[in-house]
């Protein structure tokens, strides 16, 4: 691709200076300079860990032909030709748009941001469209698709080559849908800089990911940001139920939509009744059966109700479909033992999802069930969580075994410990300590009566536990099917 196609959609304010050849013709684009290839442009990103700038003269000596940098560099190689930026992390983005024939403006896409339910949400607009006819991707934590091809996902939000070019693969295969999780981590890093959004969905806000983002102002900030570059044509759909439902729609210029079960809002949702194999919701007058546990699913699928219609689709065939549909993988999946006990397995990894699900769990729970919760909080990620998640399981819980759940580079007995300071003497008689997660599971097995549930919080569909940078392959469900013979 010629040069001054690469970098149009960069605007000429954003741009400090160009010194070399403008009639070059590009080969490749990457950030890390371990892929460069001749004639390749190469994109300097200041990292968490390290600095793009750094790797400039190992680019120029694999064949990179354009380099593109925010920072003061060597500009001396007359082979090549320098393209300083404000700002580069904004820039790859457009770049990277540019070089995939702008994907996300020939494509409905919808992105979906807040703590907990962007996958769920995602996924459910994805099997929505796919089930209505259309032709859809879908960008997710769990599994990336374009239509019905899977594609492992790495990220929650792909860096905005790979993201760019899933878009453009949803493009190519005819796809006129599009649904993307937008994490604060992608929207902080500017991952999604260029994307042309029809839609963004906020969901709520809740303590996670401090060790990133440091307190939960900077993290409210991160996820604002998103709707605060919506354009005018997007449509913003936010929970105002949630107390920031609100502060996400004050500078943005896209059309306002809120979705409650609670107050006055464009699209409304009301529970009837709740059982163990799904609810009786109500959505903007409309009764209907859905094979969903919890409100916070309700939430869910009330979001999916209102971007479908935002997206012009028919009410009733929206709600014919939104009944057919079932949970999302390792979201509150459940496998029934002989015996007469039930296991659920689900993703919630944050005090507030634990609270959710719980919550309803007991919202179901037939007489005299008990609730025997397995849950441990990932190394080296918000060590803040442990202590409250411990206190939150042992409060909703009748017995609790704290374990591992991606331990990564810490001690997992000392993440553990963490949790255990939050409890006190009382609470403590209710919690029990076994690290290994396998034996934790097979420990909560043998404690289940007929009745109860045994809550398996925390990996949901992962099919891994990450020790020390290695993923050892390790599943929930694996596991206690095994356990149960089923
Ligand atoms: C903390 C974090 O978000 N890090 C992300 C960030 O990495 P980084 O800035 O640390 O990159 P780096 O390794 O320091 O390198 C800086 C630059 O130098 C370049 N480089 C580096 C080495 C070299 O030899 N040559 C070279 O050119 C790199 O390619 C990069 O451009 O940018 C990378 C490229 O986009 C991401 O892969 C990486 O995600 C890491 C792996 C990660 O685990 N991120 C998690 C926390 C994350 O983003 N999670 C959210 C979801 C969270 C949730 O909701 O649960 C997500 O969207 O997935
Ligand atoms: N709307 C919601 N409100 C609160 N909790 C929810 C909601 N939806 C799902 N959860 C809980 O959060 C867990 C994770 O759900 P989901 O994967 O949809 O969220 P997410 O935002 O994609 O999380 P992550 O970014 O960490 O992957 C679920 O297993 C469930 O326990």
Not at 173 to 179: Q, T
């Amino acid at each position: 691709m010629e040069l001054q196609a690469l970098i149009s959609n960069i605007k000429s304010e954003d741009i400090v200076e160009i010194l070399g050849i403008k009639d070059v013709n590009v080969t490749g684009i990457t950030s890390d300079s371990r892929k460069v290839t001749t004639g390749y442009a190469f994109i300097a990103l200041k990292g968490v860990q390290v600095d793009g700038h750094d790797f400039i003269a190992k680019a120029i000596e694999l064949g990179a032909k354009v380099i593109i940098h925010d920072e003061d560099t060597d500009t001396s190689n007359s082979s090549v030709t320098y393209i300083k930026v404000k700002d580069a992390a904004d820039a790859i983005g457009k770049i990277a748009s540019a070089w995939y024939g702008n994907p996300s403006q020939k494509l409905n896409l919808v992105g979906v941001t807040g703590t907990n339910g962007k996958t769920t949400t995602a996924t459910l607009l994805y099997n929505v469209f796919r089930k209505l006819g259309y032709g859809a991707g879908l960008l997710s934590t769990v599994c990336n698709y374009v239509n019905d091809d899977q594609f492992p996902a790495t990220h929650t939000t792909p860096d905005p080559i790979s993201l760019n070019e899933f878009l453009a693969k949803m493009v190519e295969a005819g796809c006129e849908y599009a649904f993307m999780e937008v994490s604060s981590h992608a929207i902080h890093q500017k991952r999604i800089s260029g994307l042309e959004f029809k839609g963004g969905i906020f969901s709520n806000l809740t303590q996670d990911h401090l060790d990133y983002h440091g307190t939960m102002q900077d993290y409210l900030k991160a996820k604002k940001a998103f709707f605060d570059n919506l354009p005018a044509t997007a449509f913003t759909l936010t929970n105002v139920d949630d107390k920031n439902g609100l502060v996400m729609l004050q500078n943005t210029k896209a059309k306002k939509y809120t979705y409650s079960l609670r107050t006055l809002a464009d699209f409304k949702a009301r529970v009837i009744e709740k059982h163990f194999d799904g609810t009786a919701i109500e959505i903007n007058g409309r009764e209907l059966e859905v094979q969903f546990v919890g409100v916070f699913n309700v939430y869910n699928l009330l979001a999916v109700y209102g971007a479908s219609v935002l997206l012009g689709e028919d009410l009733e065939k929206i709600l014919i479909v939104l009944s057919t549909l079932k949970s999302v993988a390792g979201r509150f999946e459940t496998i029934r033992s002989k015996d007469g006990f039930t296991a659920i397995v689900d993703y919630a990894h944050t005090p507030d999802a634990l609270v959710n699900v719980l919550g309803a769990i007991h919202d179901v729970l037939e007489g005299g069930g008990r609730v025997i919760t397995v849950v441990g909080c990932g190394g080296n990620r918000d060590k803040t969580k442990r202590p409250i998640m411990a206190r939150e399981a042992v409060t909703l819980s009748d017995q609790v075994i704290l374990t591992s759940d991606n331990p990564r580079f810490e001690e997992p007995q000392s993440i553990v410990d963490d949790m255990v300071a939050g409890l006190d003497p009382v609470q403590m008689k209710k919690a029990l300590c076994i690290v290994d997660r396998e034996q934790a599971i097979k420990t909560a097995c043998t404690f289940a009566k007929p009745g109860d549930v045994i809550l398996i919080a925390g990996k949901g569909h992962e099919d891994y536990q990450d020790v020390k940078g290695v993923k050892h392959h390790f599943d929930d469900k694996e596991i206690v099917k095994n356990i149960l013979g089923l």
